[in-house]
């Protein structure tokens, strides 16, 4: 699975991005899409995680301002983004989960792609 994500930018607090994130590759066993993000010396966190099945959970900080979005056709996953604060500065990651079965037993990888820079000024 190869994935690229774009629509970072410098935006002023209060403000709003999307960001995109294409999927490409073997696509038919991607059972849920996700944002992450991170900063300089701290570990990535998520963001934003959509499955095929079950519910769509946001971090915290993000409740109420983010929302994503999967456009299953396309294979794109999207990331509105409003109300921006400085904290939300940090290099954004596009993921996907792939889970499938050999008929023997059930294997799970997880799939990044480039970051995308997003900047909020105060």
């Known amino acids: 699975v190869q994935l690229q994500a774009s629509g970072g930018g410098l935006v002023q607090a209060g403000g709003s991005l999307r960001l995109s994130c294409a999927a490409s590759g073997t696509l038919s066993d991607i059972s849920a899409m996700a944002w992450y993000r991170q900063t300089p010396g701290t570990a990535r966190e998520l963001v934003a995680r959509?499955?095929?099945?079950?519910?769509?959970t946001y971090a915290e900080s993000v409740k109420g301002r983010f929302t994503i979005s999967r456009d299953n056709a396309e294979n794109t996953v999207y990331l509105q983004m409003n109300s921006l604060k400085p904290e939300d500065t940090a290099v954004y990651y596009c993921?996907?989960?792939?889970?499938?079965?050999?008929?023997?037993?059930?294997?799970?990888?997880?799939?990044y792609g480039q970051g995308t820079q997003v900047t909020v000024s105060s």
């Open positions: 959509k499955p095929d099945i079950g519910t769509t």
């Open positions: 993921n996907a989960e792939r889970e499938w079965s050999d008929g023997a037993n059930w294997h799970k990888m997880k799939y």
